[in-house]
């Protein structure tokens, strides 16, 4: 069954501050991996895709790895700001899927405190 | 940010009425999408189209219908609205085919309707 697992479900982080969100997935064949960041209210919005032969991209303080060996990957954020509080979601796509069906995890809900 | 609208963005509403979400964008993207999302669970597609005239269900049985008369307009109706409906409810859209990777085109996002049956 492909699934898209992340950790940690909810996060508190002091502003200035860095954090790292996971994403396991088992997702096959793997197309690319996505991740959004999704502010209360509204819809997700993209931050980095990254395909099977990337396994880093940058986006501001915003930096995705992907290792497609173990199916996992990581969203580092740097020098947290209160904007960044948000839920992020991973969401990954199969390979072969001409509807290029995603899968999204649950999210992860990052609280930056002044 | 996406040219992808949606009204209301809030809408209460009593059991038994019908209802219609509306979903535009201005991209002219062939591909369009519905998703259904409750708080802190992932966001499940149920319905999308691949062009005017086509339609199909998603991965998440719903009791709503959708149309594309029109590429840029793509409305979710209702019915008879029941509690369980109370949602948040995500359109999206996307060009058709692949990118210069071979890989789907990116999919964008509208602001969502968040919809509360009483």
């Known amino acids: 069954k492909n699934q898209v697992e992340q950790s940690p479900q909810s996060l508190i982080i002091l502003e200035g501050k860095n954090c790292t969100l996971q994403?396991?997935?088992?997702?096959?064949?793997?197309?690319?991996l996505r991740w959004y960041k999704q502010d209360t209210g509204r819809g997700p919005v993209s931050l980095t895709i990254?395909?099977?032969?990337?396994n880093t991209k940058s986006n501001g303080r915003y930096t995705a790895t992907l290792d497609a060996d173990t199916k996992q990957s990581s969203l580092h954020i740097t020098a947290s700001q209160l904007s960044d509080s948000a839920s992020y979601i991973c969401?990954?796509?199969?390979?072969?899927?001409?509807?290029?069906?995603?899968?999204f995890g649950r999210g992860t809900q990052l609280t930056v405190w002044p | 940010e996406a040219d992808i609208y949606q009204t209301p963005r809030y809408l209460v509403i009593g059991t038994g009425k019908k209802i219609t979400l509306e979903c535009s964008q201005t991209?002219?993207?062939?591909?369009m999408y519905w998703y259904q999302q409750d708080p802190g669970m992932e966001l499940h597609l149920i319905h999308y189209?691949?062009?005017?005239?086509?339609?199909e269900k998603g991965d998440l049985s719903s009791e709503s219908t959708v149309s594309r008369i029109r590429t840029e307009h793509f409305p979710l109706t209702l019915e008879s609205a029941r509690p369980s409906h109370t949602s948040q409810y995500l359109c999206?859209?996307?060009?058709?085919?692949?990118?210069?990777?071979?890989?789907?085109?990116?999919?964008?996002f509208g602001p969502g309707t968040r919809l509360t049956v009483t």
């Open positions: 999206a859209s996307s060009f058709a085919g692949t990118g210069g990777l071979g890989e789907p085109y990116e999919q964008y």
């Open positions: 991209m002219g993207h062939d591909k």
């Open positions: 990254m395909t099977f032969s990337e």
């Open positions: 189209s691949y062009g005017v005239n086509s339609t």
């Open positions: 994403c396991n997935y088992t997702v096959s064949p793997f197309s690319n």
């Open positions: 969401v990954v796509s199969d390979r072969g899927s001409t509807l290029g069906r995603l899968y």
